[in-house]
């Protein structure tokens, strides 16, 4: 029974964090563990009865939890055109059943739904009990969940964060692309630069460099990080915009206003307007950049006016 | 102008609610959140037609009163997320920016 193509998860040469995943995951952490069964003498109608009010498509048949055989929607309509619905499921139910093991890896249950094709496959302890059945829904629900994980895992180690007294450190990674991230970092230091009660007008100056380094990270890079620094005994912020290449052929080009190297739909995003670096050194009170093909690597400071920044609100 | 009397004048449609009675001493439209990031003021609506993330971002950093979106963008619910966790008044419009730009026109005399 063919039923198109294959099952687009490639376990062959997957990406090692869904590897670890589907090896990591076993089949007993995915299963539904209340199986709904038939016994022997139950009839085909009863079986069908079971999936009607269960909203499924196979029952598995047992006797004293050993697994016999398993009654499929398949099976019931078999039975209805031989016009022997009444009889007992043993003689329309499928005996050799494809089961899985509940301590397999959960690659072996996305194996069999490719190799087997069949809908549901019943899952035995080491004591050949069947204790629970994995259906491609079972393993699809599994998935997202340990991926939404994974994700908030991935996204929690592209933030750094120390604080100590009236000091920080703020670091974050920026990906090539990844838009959606990109600001993050100088919303959250111009949040903790509020709470100290920094100046407006350096608040906002540390907070435009910042976005600007993160965007031209997202934007050009392959992406970096950008750090954030205060020292409250020196009276400076220093930020320090390090990425992994491809650099930048011309610096000089690339501190004149409006020279840009972005292409159109950076452009529709509303970046790329080559101002991003000219706008950094603008707000900037020390400027340094440095770029090679390995990566650019912007340094900027921006002295806090050396009366209390409290008083100076 | 208070973003009340803007809201009337454009036939704003409210997106993330605000303090109707907060002023603005000028507008700063454009498309190019670089050429925003330039500005100098601090009490000004920012009229703009792109409607991603960023222009909350952007509208954060230089201290906006308030985001319009011009011919009528609706925002992605992301960006109203933003706008409410940041507590930026976002409104959209279904004029043109230049029909926006001529309506708030008189902005900078009245107050």
């Not at chain 1, 085909?44 to 079971?50: C, E, L, S, T």
């Not at chain 1, 019931?76 to 494809?98: K, Q």
């Not at chain 2, 029909?99 to 005399?109: E, N, T, V």
Request: aromatic residues 6%.
């Amino acid at each position: 029974m063919s039923r198109g193509g294959p099952i687009p998860i490639d376990t062959d040469v997957p990406s090692p964090i869904i590897t670890e995943l589907i090896y990591r995951l076993k089949v007993r952490d995915v299963m539904t563990r209340e199986v709904k069964t038939c016994e022997v003498e139950d009839s085909v109608r009863n079986a069908q009865q079971i999936m009607k009010e269960n909203g499924i498509t196979g029952v598995p048949v047992v006797s004293a939890s050993r697994l016999l055989g398993i009654v499929s929607m398949d099976d019931v309509i078999r039975a209805l055109e031989d016009g022997r619905i009444d009889e007992p499921v043993p003689h329309y139910m499928t005996r050799s059943v494809i089961v899985l093991e509940d301590d397999m890896p959960l690659s072996f249950g996305i194996s069999y739904l490719e190799k087997y094709r069949y809908g549901r496959f019943p899952v035995l302890d080491a004591g050949k009990n069947l204790v629970g059945i994995v259906t491609s829904r079972d393993i699809i629900i599994a998935l997202l969940l340990e991926i939404n994980k994974e994700v908030q895992r991935f996204e929690d180690t592209t933030r750094q964060a120390e604080t100590e007294g009236r000091g920080f450190r703020l670091e974050y990674t920026t990906r090539k692309f990844d838009f959606e991230m990109a600001g993050r970092l100088s919303t959250e230091t111009k949040k903790l630069l509020k709470e100290r009660n920094f100046p407006p007008k350096i608040m906002r100056r540390v907070a435009v460099a910042t976005y600007e380094l993160e965007m031209n990270q997202v934007v050009h890079s392959l992406g970096g990080t950008v750090r954030v620094t205060f020292e409250p005994d020196r009276n400076e912020v220093d930020i320090e915009a390090q990425d992994t290449g491809p650099g930048i052929e011309n610096i000089e080009d690339a501190l004149d206003e409006g020279f840009s190297t972005a292409n159109e739909w950076i452009r529709s995003l509303g970046f790329g307007a080559g101002m991003g670096l000219p706008n950094t050194r603008r707000v900037s009170d020390t400027f340094d950049i440095s770029s090679s093909p390995e990566g650019t690597l912007v340094r900027v400071t921006i002295y806090i006016p050396t009366e209390e920044p409290d008083e100076a609100l | 102008m208070t973003l009340k009397e803007c809201a009337h004048r454009v036939t704003a449609e409210w997106i993330v609610p605000g303090d109707e009675a907060v002023e603005f001493h000028d507008v700063v439209v454009s498309d190019l959140m670089s050429d925003v990031l330039v500005t100098e003021h601090d009490d000004f609506l920012l009229v703009t037609s792109l409607a991603s993330e960023q222009v909350v971002r952007t509208a954060d950093i230089v201290d906006a009163r308030a985001i319009l979106l011009a011919n009528g963008k609706r925002p992605q619910p992301a960006l109203k997320q933003l706008a409410a966790s940041q507590g930026i008044p976002l409104l959209t419009s279904t004029l043109s920016t230049f029909d926006i730009c001529r309506a708030l026109a008189g902005c900078k005399d009245e107050s």
